[in-house]
């Protein structure tokens, strides 16, 4: 009999929930950068071994602001935490404990049955790795921890061991060699946005989305798809094309090419840059762009 059980990733902004799913499926499924709030959508990536399947979730950074664009990436933790077998709780050990660590800790206290805990950035020069295990242990006794870097993927394996050993016996939910379950245009999307954050500085990250417009599959098997790459101000826009349309076009390129690596058929995009006020702010913008 195998083992199956959904897990969910939960953790601060930043703290390398995103990463870990990518190293533990191998591949691009959820993007990454240095910006706090990045992910903004519970995204599946499913890991199968001889044990059984793990399907993780990963989850937007929990973050304690009222804005409207904050709340409603809370309410999809929130929710993940309800539909899971699982909750892989990954912490940043190169940052201090504040207030976001204890309002996560106060929601995750009634659930020591079902946590594991990721102690992430061992790697790095600044890791507090012994000091953040004090801080665990008495709020978080009985609970299984394991040091990882998400990154260098050390520990990944173990983490994954202690996984199974928590989960229940079940059917394979997905075949074997599936790793994401995400449509084709909202995985394009996010590769899009993220290649736009990493080109943009300050708030601008934050105002950036990406939305699916049209796309085409040519008799040669090329994908031509277009998106518009949504900002919140006429001033963002002129920074998101750039001189020349230099930055619009090397988020293309570089969108691309990471799309080279992911999908079996050839992909062209076409960016437009739109403006859409306060989109964080407004319901019907919102939906489109979190779900
Ligand atoms: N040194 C080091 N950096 C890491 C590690 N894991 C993640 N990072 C870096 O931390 C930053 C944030 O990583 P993400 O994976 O996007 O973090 P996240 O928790 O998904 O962030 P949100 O989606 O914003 O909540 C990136 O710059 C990563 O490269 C790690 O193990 N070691
Ligand atoms: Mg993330």
């Excluded at 919140?232 to 920074?239: G, L, P």
């Amino acid at each position: 009999m195998t083992k199956s059980a959904f897990v969910a990733i939960v953790g601060r902004p930043s703290s390398g929930k995103s990463t870990l799913l990518n190293t533990l499926c191998g591949a691009k499924v959820s993007i990454v950068s240095p910006v706090p709030q990045t992910t903004r959508n519970s995204i599946r990536g499913i890991v199968t071994r001889p044990q059984g399947q793990l399907i993780f979730v990963d989850t937007p950074g929990f973050h304690l602001s009222d804005k409207k664009f904050n709340l409603k990436l809370r309410d999809i933790v929130l929710q993940s935490l309800s539909e899971v077998d699982i909750i892989l709780y990954v912490l940043d050990a190169t940052r201090e404990q504040g207030k976001e660590e204890e309002a996560i800790i106060e929601i995750l206290s009634k659930e020591a049955n079902r946590i594991v805990i990721a102690i992430n950035k061992i790697d790095h020069p600044e890791a507090k790795t012994l000091s953040l295990e004090e801080f665990l242990a008495p709020r978080f006794a009985g609970v299984q921890r394991v040091t990882i870097s998400a990154l260098k993927h050390t520990n990944v394996d173990a983490l994954v061991d202690v996984l199974f050993k928590l989960a229940p016996e079940g059917p394979l939910w997905y075949p074997e060699d599936i790793y994401t379950d995400q449509e084709p245009t909202f995985r394009i999307a996010e590769i899009i946005r993220e290649k736009a954050m990493l080109h943009t500085r300050d708030e601008l990250p934050h105002a950036i989305a990406v939305v699916y417009r049209e796309s085409s599959k040519r008799g040669d098997g090329v994908l031509f798809a277009r998106f518009d790459v949504i900002v919140e101000r006429d001033s963002q826009k002129a920074i998101v094309i750039g001189r020349k349309g230099s930055v619009i076009q090397r988020i293309r390129e570089e969108a691309e090419a990471d799309l080279k690596e992911l999908f079996e058929y050839p992909i062209k995009l076409q960016l437009q840059v739109a403006v859409d006020a306060d989109w964080r702010k407004n319901d019907s913008s919102l939906s489109k762009m979190i779900f």
